[in-house]
């Protein structure tokens, strides 16, 4: 069974930076591709990122293009976010996640996910 526990959440104000990290245990995490995703108050779960299984390729919401970067260490079993030029519209509950196969921006794709880690951005 595989386990995801993210870290890294916390306060900051806007304009910051954070990394997020998502500790992958239970099976080898080469053979999963790994997804960030957020939750924000009252809206729905979004897609943020997704990395393949060698971290080869990444893929990004349009939203997030320039100012979050996923990246994972699989000698750590470790998945990374990145997130920097923070704004206040990036307060949510953050979520990593894993599928083997799928499209990669769907929910429904992906095996197991992590509990979430709470990030709020302060103006």
């Known amino acids: 069974q595989v386990q995801l526990v993210e870290s890294g959440g916390g306060l900051v104000q806007a304009g910051g930076s954070l990394r997020l990290s998502c500790a992958f245990s239970?099976?080898?995490?080469?053979?999963?591709?790994m997804g960030w995703f957020r939750q924000a108050p009252g809206k729905e779960r979004e897609f943020l990122a997704t990395?393949?299984?060698?971290?080869?390729?990444?893929y990004y919401a349009d939203s997030m293009k320039g100012r979050f970067t996923i990246s994972r260490d699989n000698a750590k079993n470790t998945l990374y976010l990145q997130m920097n030029s923070l704004k206040p519209e990036d307060t949510a509950v953050y979520y990593c996640?894993?599928?083997?196969?799928?499209?990669?921006?769907?929910?429904?794709?992906?095996?197991?996910w992590g509990q979430g880690t709470q990030v709020t951005v302060s103006s």
């Open positions: 990395i393949t299984y060698y971290g080869r390729n990444t």
């Open positions: 996640a894993c599928f083997i196969s799928g499209s990669y921006y769907l929910e429904i794709s992906y095996d197991y």
């Open positions: 239970g099976r080898a995490f080469s053979d999963y591709a």
